[in-house]
């Protein structure tokens, strides 16, 4: 379980204000909460988004109550890449909740060794499911793809006990197709001493023809 200490943010502080003391301002809200100003230490927040992701249930600790939440939202400076905001969704106990789970492909296709082309149509699918079962990812077992036209489709995925999918089952998330060549016509260069083809309808011209505009020499 992941936990991060929060404090109530100060409405008079301004949020470059909260930046400038090393916190980033956020917030938390739900079906049964109202939006809640937050703050939280950038360096703890910055650890927790890059191992949970917005698939992995946070606990909220220093706002009242203790919340179990996703990560909803963040917002990074376009330039710096510094995390300017957050955005928490308070998970309703005894409720589903109804997410894109990242997909995770795993093994080697056969048909990729067979010089084949393995495409990856879909990297996350829709499910619902209890917090309890929350996936990080769902994996994608690519050695069952041995042929040309194999395919995993949405409904060959395994899902947790509670989980239902949401995308539509037959979509396909990845296939085999057939890698093809493709062959380049190189130009015909006539032999040394060859007359170059003339165009249909073209005319012949002499060697020895005047140039236009040159009189011939009598």
Excluded: C
Excluded at 58 to 73: M, P, S
Excluded at 181 to 199: D, L, T, Y
Aim: aromatic share 4%.
């Amino acid at each position: 379980m992941i936990t991060l200490e929060v404090k109530p943010r100060d409405p008079k502080q301004s949020t470059d204000a909260v930046r400038a003391a090393g916190a980033v301002p956020a917030v938390f809200y739900g079906p049964k909460e109202m939006a809640t100003s937050i703050e939280v230490n950038a360096r703890r927040l910055e650890h927790v988004w890059k191992e949970a992701g917005e698939t992995t249930i946070i606990t909220l600790q220093g706002a009242g109550e203790n919340k179990d939440t996703l990560i909803h939202d963040v917002q990074f400076h376009p330039v710096t890449g510094q995390l300017l905001h957050a955005d928490f969704y308070v998970i309703e106990k005894g409720k589903k909740v109804t997410l894109n789970i990242p997909l995770e492909f795993v093994g080697s296709a056969p048909a990729e060794k067979a010089g084949h082309i393995v495409v990856k149509a879909l990297h996350e699918i829709e499910i619902e499911v209890t917090p309890a079962e929350l996936p990080h990812s769902l994996q994608v077992d690519l050695s069952k793809l041995e042929n040309v036209g194999d395919h995993i489709a949405a409904k060959d995925i395994k899902l947790p006990q509670s989980a239902a999918l949401i995308s539509s089952p037959d979509e396909i998330v990845v296939s085999v197709t057939e890698f093809k060549e493709e062959k380049i016509e190189e130009p015909v260069v006539p032999a040394e001493g060859a007359e170059a083809p003339v165009s249909e309808g073209a005319e012949a011209v002499p060697a020895d023809a005047p140039a236009e505009g040159e009189a011939k020499a009598e």
